[in-house]
Each structure stands twice: as structure tokens, then as C-alpha cells.
């Protein structure tokens, strides 16, 4: 059952200058990246309208969910007018950075009485609000709290005004940007930009952070970076060695270097090929490709295991290590390619007596389902062979690195959800049974191929809840600032500007926070200083590159401050509403609730003189603030 709010009156801000000059409304620290705009500010995600989330009522359970739907001219209503009616939200998991609740009732003119409790498990029982001896006329209120592995909210409802409706319109859970969800960006090309010269503002006197790309990274708020490795680099139609073996094993010993000298995270990436690797294509490496398969196993476990050492050695311990790159289909194919049908690259299909003579690890997705027992008997095996190369690697990596994570890394194709289950069921089940298991569970997503934001959220949900004992990372993400006139990718909403590509990395980054149990342990952007890039070549300056302003999304997605950014109050026909001088704020470094003054726009003549809506912005230093002020003809009082 559902209410429709009367017409509302709107009240703009026209003073905005005036306000940041009185000191009302502090400026900004200046973002520094300067080329283009983007408008950031830190995620705020509402849980409990999550699809995984549900609601439950203490009467009238059939219509809880429309407390929780977004949607406030819907509402929940208890079955019988009396006190202590219960909605309690369950938002699937739990959640370690909660820190807002909105509540909003159904009638206006009407003093609600309740109190907000949370809980992990919905036996124990913490208040966060306590409004049982409330006298005030008000449709809502925002609380503020700080209370970690939080996964149940519920609200009590102790008195209501005399024919009030006794429900809910609104119970909304805010969760924000963990500071142990890892922000960063796979910056293999570091190696090929060597000469090239960064600077976050090279136009003004003082540049800001550079020369060096990863100076300006870690400045912008990227934490991590990741690398990954050809075993020895190749083109990748010709199969030739490349005259300079970017990626490979002893120039990425410098890039480690250059990450960790300036205090990031590092990750390594093995493709175990000699050139690209993903969905569409994994070659063996071209020393290994006529290998048998023992062999070609215990040079996967040395590999790994050498390089790694190192690694260590030279002081850069990476602190999470992927086996393999996107290895939906499996890796290092090998005469099962021409069951599987690839042709990419070239030289593994030009030289298929070499690359194809011995069996490798791809997988033969045809056969699945299959009810034929000989196309069954190979699907088998080339799993067992797929997850005997991969639980060589995982061991190599506990053996040489015990205190990095391991990473597995696939993908979610566009409505191919069902696949990438089976993929995790077999792989995690067989590797088990070899005695590894991997710590880090990891997709890659980007929208032109794997799907809408929301399709990103139901794959992060599905693995996470399936999964419940291993970490989930983005692994790879982009979108592009420019091209398609602006127009935005398939399966997105956002345009290809700079404000469009921080929103669409900002989605990505509260995908990864939200999902539950606190299991999103990382997101990395692919390649910002040149695919889809966040990067711009100066005109003014040679060999000069400097950030869009897009890249400010990895600094500014955290919120520092958690205001109580609406109040709700009532007012008589043809009165002046009563405003609070100041609202509370949360600084999360502290976990504190402090208050700070805000100043009122003023109410336009008239603005009461009908019942109704209105709407008022006040400013405070740390942002805007909305009261929403009911205009009714008499108020009500406490039954």
C-alpha cells in the first residue's frame, strides 16, 4: 500500500558565493588535477534497497518491503495502531562502515516516539537512536553512529500522535568506502612511458606531484599497483621477440622497485604466456610449448616460484600474486586448442606443430552438460590438466611467498553468470583436492562486454555468497573520458566525458564496497595512462601528460565527513518553521559526532501559506543541507 506526497515547493539556493565568503561553506582543498571537471564526492549506497536485502515486520509483513524500496510516497503500515510495532531490515551480510540512517514516516503534522537498534546477528542488540520521549512534530530525522559488522537495523515504534498512521515510509542504511578496500590500477606501461614526464598541474608554478607516472598515481590516491608478466615478451602476430622485452621478467624488477621506493602496493600478474593473454587467447610460452605435460607443470611451479624469490630478495614481496590472467577458459592451451577453436594470436595457429604438440590447459566448454560419456570424460580431464597447472602455481606462490594472497582471475561474460559459477565450482573443488585453495576470488568488468552496473553487482553478490570464505576484487575495470560524441558505452549509463568516467569507476568502486560481509577487498582501473585513458598529452609541453580531473575519484571517494544532511520539521499554516542552528556531523577518522552551525536560505513570502512541501538548502563547512518542512493546518499531538 502506498501514500502520494502533496506538491512540493522548492526552495533554491541563491546565495551559494555569500555563504562560502561569510565562512559558512569552506572552499574545497583544491584537487590539483586540472585538465576537465569532475564533480566527486564520496560514496553514500543505501543497503537496505538492495536487492539482497529484506525486510520484516512485526504486523503487516506484506507490505515491509516498501519501507525499504527507495521510494518514499510508498510505505509500510502496521496491522493494528498500537506501540512497539517492529520493522527490522536484514541487509544480507554484514557491514563493517555503516554510519547513517534515514527514517521517514508516513504522516505529516505527527510526532513520532521510536528507537533504531542494530545488530550482527538479531540476538544482540545495540541502540543507535533513541527517540521514545520524543515531543517533537517531525516526519523523519537522520542519525549518525559508528557500530562495525552491523547487518541488522530494526525500528521500534513506542507512540505516535492520536490517528497517526503507525508505519514506515523510509528506513534507509548508508554504507561508505571502507579504508581497507584497496583503490589502484594495474600500471604494467610504466615500463613503456619511462621517458615521458608527469605532472599532476605541469601549467601552474608549483606542478604538484611528478615527473615520475607513479608519482602522480600514488598522489591522486592510487594505493596498488600491479604488473603483469610475460614470461618473454613476443609480438604477438608475428611471434617474433620483441626488441625491447617490456613487460618481461628483469624489467619488471625495476617497476617493482618503483612501486614500493614509493610506498604502494604491489601485484603481480603471471600471464604465463609470451604475449597477451585473456578470454580470447592463451598461449604457452614458447619455451615451454613442447613440453610434456609433467614437464610443462613443474616449469609452471619453478617460474613462479624463481621469479618470486626474486622478487623478495631485491625487497619488493608483492603482496598479492595472480595465477594467470583471465583465465575463464583456462591457460596455456595446447593440442586441445583445436577442440576449443581459438586462432589468436597468429604465431600459436602458424606454428601449431610447436605451440599444439603437447596437451596444455585450456578448457572444452563445449562439452559441458553434455550427457555424451566421451565428451564428458574430456571435459574432465581438461579440467584436471587446467587445475593441475594452476594448483602448481598456487603452491609455488606458498612456497616462495607465503605471506602474499593468491588471485584467481576470470570474468563474467553479458548473461553468462551461470558459466563463471561452474568455472569456480570446478576450479575450487578440484584445486582443493590437490591441496591449494586461493585466497582471492577476482572478475574483470567492463560494461562494452560483461554488462550493465547492476549485472556487476548481482556476479560480485553471487560469487560472494557462494563463496563466503575468499575475498572479491575487480580486478580490471575502465571507461573512456572521450569518443561515441560523448555517447555512452553499451550496457552503461554514464557518457564518455571525464565526468562520466569517474562516475563510471566510481560505480565500480561501490559495487565492490557493498558487497556483503565486507568481502570486496579491491578494485584495480586497467592501464589509466593509456586504454580508456585518464591521461592527457599537454599541447603547451613536450613529452608532458598530465591527469584529468576524472582521477581525483580514487582521493575523493571517502568520506571524511557524514553529515546529517536532512532534518525534518512542520509547520502551522501561514507560520515561519522553526530551523535548528546547527546538525550533527561524524568525522570518521575519529568516529565522533560533533555539531556544526548552518545558515538558512530564507523562505520566499508565501512559502506556508498552503499546505504542502517545502523545501529549504542551508550551507554548513562541510556541505549542503536540506529541511524538509511539512505545512499542515493543525499539528498533531501524543495520543
Known sequence: ????????????????????????????????????????????????????????????????????????????????????????????????????????FPDRGAVYRYVVDASSDARRWQTIADHSRNRTVSRGAVHLFTRPDTRFVRLTITGASRHAKVGVSELQVFNYLRSDLTLGADLSWVDDFQTRQYWVDPLAANRGAGPHLLDVAKDRGMEYARLRIFNEPRDETTGQLTPIPRQGPERSLESAQWIKER???????????????????????????????????????????????????????????????????????????????????????????IYQSEPGGG??????????PAEQQLYDQAWDRFTTLAASGIEAVRDASPKSKVEIHVIVDRNRLPKTMEFWHQFLTRVKAKGQNPDVLAISYYPEWHGTPEALDLNLHTMA???????????????????????????????????????????????????????????????????????R???ELPNTWEPHASINVFNASRAKHIREDTVYTATR???VPALPTAIRVLTTARD??????????????????APGEVLVTGMTRFGAVTAVIDVVERPGALS
Open 592 to 609: 565522533t559526532v560533533t555539531t556544526v552551525p548552518v545558515r538558512w536560505q530564507a523562505l520566499p513570502a508565501g512559502a506556508t501559506d
Open 573 to 575: 499554516i501561514g507560520e
Open 363 to 372: 578448457l572444452l566448454w563445449r562439452y559441458w552438460g553434455s550427457t555424451d
Open 263 to 353: 610506498d604502494m602496493g604491489l601485484g603481480i600478474d603471471f600471464h604465463y604466456a609470451d604475449s597477451w593473454a585473456d578470454p580470447s587467447k592463451q598461449p604457452k610460452p614458447r619455451a615451454w610449448a613442447e613440453l610434456e605435460f609433467d614437464e610443462l607443470t613443474e616449469a609452471v611451479y619453478d617460474f613462479t616460484a624463481d621469479y618470486l624469490r626474486r622478487l623478495i630478495r631485491q625487497g619488493t614481496r608483492p603482496e598479492k600474486v595472480a595465477v594467470g590472467n583471465e583465465i575463464i577458459n583456462g591457460f596455456m592451451y595446447g593440442s586441445e586448442a583445436a577442440l576449443i577453436g581459438t586462432t589468436n594470436p597468429p604465431y600459436f595457429t602458424n606454428e601449431a606443430d
Open 1 to 104: 500500500m502506498g501514500v502520494r506526497n502533496p506538491a512540493r515547493t522548492a526552495v533554491a539556493v541563491t546565495a551559494l558565493a555569500a555563504l562560502v565568503s561569510a565562512g559558512m561553506l569552506a572552499a574545497p582543498t583544491p584537487a590539483h588535477a586540472v585538465f576537465g571537471t569532475a564533480d566527486i564526492k564520496p560514496i553514500e549506497s543505501n543497503i537496505a534497497a538492495k536487492f539482497w536485502a529484506s525486510a520484516t515486520a512485526s504486523s503487516g509483513a506484506s507490505t515491509a518491503r516498501l519501507a525499504t524500496d527507495g521510494d518514499p510516497a510508498t510505505s509500510w503500515y502496521a496491522d493494528s495502531p498500537g506501540a512497539h510495532q517492529r520493522l527490522t531490515v536484514d541487509l544480507g551480510g554484514a557491514y563493517d562502515n555503516l554510519r547513517k540512517v534515514r527514517v521517514v
Open 465 to 535: 555468497t557462494t563463496y563466503p570464505d575468499y575475498e572479491i576484487d575487480v580486478a580490471e575495470t575502465s571507461y573512456p573520458a572521450s569518443g561515441g560524441d560523448g555517447s555512452p558505452l553499451p550496457n552503461s549509463p554514464f557518457p564518455r566525458t571525464i565526468q562520466g568516467q569517474a562516475d563510471a569507476i566510481q560505480r565500480v568502486f561501490q559495487a565492490a564496497n557493498d558487497v556483503v560481509n565486507n568481502q570486496g577487498s579491491a578494485v584495480l582501473v586497467w592501464e589509466p595512462a593509456g586504454w580508456q585513458t585518464m591521461f
Open 537 to 539: 598529452a599537454v599541447p
